[in-house]
């Protein structure tokens, strides 16, 4: 069975760091391309970033360019978000995904974690 | 970036009845398009991808279809548990984008 746990949400002041990281179980996560996903309150689904199986290529949102590191650890079988410079508008539930399909770009997410909610507040 | 803008924001329906929701693109995203269920308090759900493939274990009652920039998600005969919140999303082009959404409530 696909489980994937995110943890590291929290309150932080605004200009603040958290990490994020999603524990993933029941599939091989190296082959597997992951995104975070994020929900503001009251608001849809955003797309935050992306990487591919191997971490060797990164997409991100232009919010959070420069600001967010999306990263791996195959061993671990982690997913990781450091969010540096955190503002009020990144308060948001940060969801990991996982892609449809193995060593593929295939950019859809079949399976979702429940969710860390971050809060940038001071 | 590709703007995905759904329709209508709310529908209100009754059980039995059948559900017809719109993702426009601002721009041809081919058949490059999925959609999800999310209810609150719950992770996201895929039940369509590539436009009118069903994911795995998505009840046949729901149905994708479209191209280019017209698509329609449709749920023939709601039940109690699709009474949901739907967003659509493209994967043709960074940065991935997610419509604003469509709830279905009861009537």
């Known amino acids: 069975e696909v489980q994937l746990l995110e943890s590291g949400g929290g309150l932080v002041q605004p200009g603040g760091s958290l990490r994020l990281s999603c524990a993933a179980s029941g599939f091989t996560f190296s082959r597997y391309a992951m995104s975070w996903v994020r929900q503001a309150p009251g608001k849809g689904l955003e797309w935050v970033s992306a990487i591919s199986g191997s971490g060797g290529s990164t997409n991100y949102a232009d919010p959070v360019k420069g600001r967010f590191t999306i990263s791996r650890d195959n061993s671990k079988n982690t997913l990781y978000l450091q969010m540096n410079s955190l503002r009020a508008e990144d308060t948001a539930i940060y969801y990991c995904a996982k892609c449809l399909t193995a060593h593929s770009s295939n950019w859809y997410y079949d399976f979702w974690g429940q969710g860390t909610l971050v809060t940038v507040s001071s | 970036e590709i703007v995905l803008t759904q329709s209508p924001v709310t529908l209100s329906l009754s059980p039995g009845e059948r559900a017809t929701l719109s993702c426009r693109a601002s721009?041809?995203?081919?058949?490059?398009l999925a959609w999800y269920q999310h209810k609150p308090g719950q992770a996201p759900s895929l039940l369509i991808y590539d436009a009118s493939n069903r994911a795995t274990g998505i009840p046949a009652r729901f149905s994708g279809s479209g191209s280019g920039t017209d698509f329609t998600l449709s749920i023939s005969s709601l039940e109690p548990e699709d009474f949901a919140v739907y967003y659509c999303?493209?994967?043709?082009?960074?940065?991935?984008?997610f419509g604003g959404g469509t709830k279905v409530e009861i009537k």
């Open positions: 721009q041809s995203v081919g058949s490059y």
């Open positions: 999303q493209q994967r043709l082009n960074w940065p991935l984008t």
